[in-house]
């Protein structure tokens, strides 16, 4: 069965819309929708990510060993320092990347 489809009309930076355009042109042969329902796809898992472990963080006492010099690793400071209900905010430089 096909996926009901919405269309959403929604705005965004013009660092953002660059962005989402060069990941449509390098990973979606130039389809812009395809990139945006990618992006959501996998902001859904990183939500879930999150959740997940901050359950296990809270009800296992789990944490990601230190690395060699005893320092917290990235994602576990990555995972833990942006709360599954936190927002993000988009800086200027953050559509360099691509």
Same mark, same amino acid.
């Given at each position: ?48 990510? =999150?959740?997940?472990?901050?359950? !296990? ?5 789990? $944490?990601?060993? /230190?690395? %060699?010099? *005893?320092?917290? =690793?990235?994602?576990?400071?990555? !995972? ?5 209900? $936190?927002?993000? /905010?988009? %800086?200027? *430089? ?5």
């Amino acid at each position: 069965m096909a996926e009901k489809t919405v269309v959403l009309n929604i705005r965004v930076s013009e660092p953002q819309a660059r962005w989402l355009r060069k990941l449509a042109e390098a990973q979606h042969s130039g389809n812009l929708s395809a990139a945006a329902r990618q992006t959501l796809t996998d902001s859904w898992i990183l939500r879930r990510c =999150r959740e997940e472990y901050e359950a !296990l963080r809270i009800e296992e006492e789990f $944490s990601f060993p /230190r690395d %060699e010099i *005893g320092a917290t =690793r990235a994602i576990e400071f990555f !995972l833990s320092s942006f709360g599954a209900n $936190s927002e993000m /905010r988009w %800086e200027d *430089g953050d559509a360099e990347w691509l």
